[in-house]
Nanobody
Framework: VQLQASGGGLVQTGGSLRLSCAAS????????MGWFRQAPGKELEFVAV????????IYGDSVKGRFTISADNAENTVYLQMNSLKPEDTAIYYC??????????????????WGRGTLVTVSS
């Protein structure tokens, strides 16, 4: 499975962006799809995950209430709607797919497939 993330860009504090992650082939209902981010000089951080079967979502503490992850299974695409953006949200955002979810989807090591990333810059 190849993943292509898009939708990043430059936005002012308080603004919104929607990221997309398109899969190159059909992703099975057992998959979970996640978003992670990496800010300059920092470690990879869990952002959000969605189960393709059932739609259950989990969010990282720093984005709860501001970001929404969703999936369009027919289009093999996952979205990350980001609202009320802050300068500390500036990072490269990566989407990832876990074909054998174990209940620890906040861990980057659980994911087998990764996209190249898209840069989000939030100006103050």
């Amino acid at each position: 499975v190849q993943l292509q993330a898009s939708g990043g860009g430059l936005v002012q504090t308080g603004g919104s962006l929607r990221l997309s992650c398109a899969a190159s082939q059909r992703t099975f209902s057992s998959y979970v799809m996640g978003w992670f981010r990496q800010a300059p000089g920092k470690e990879l951080e869990f952002v959000a995950v969605v189960r393709l079967s059932g739609g259950e979502t989990i969010y990282g503490d720093s984005v709860k209430g501001r970001f929404t992850i969703s999936a369009d299974n027919a289009e093999n695409t996952v979205y990350l709607q980001m609202n009320s953006l802050k300068p500390e949200d500036t990072a490269i955002y990566y989407c990832a797919a876990d074909r054998n979810p174990s209940g620890r989807e906040w861990r980057a090591t659980e994911y087998e497939y990764w996209g190249r990333g898209t840069l989000v810059t939030v100006s103050s």
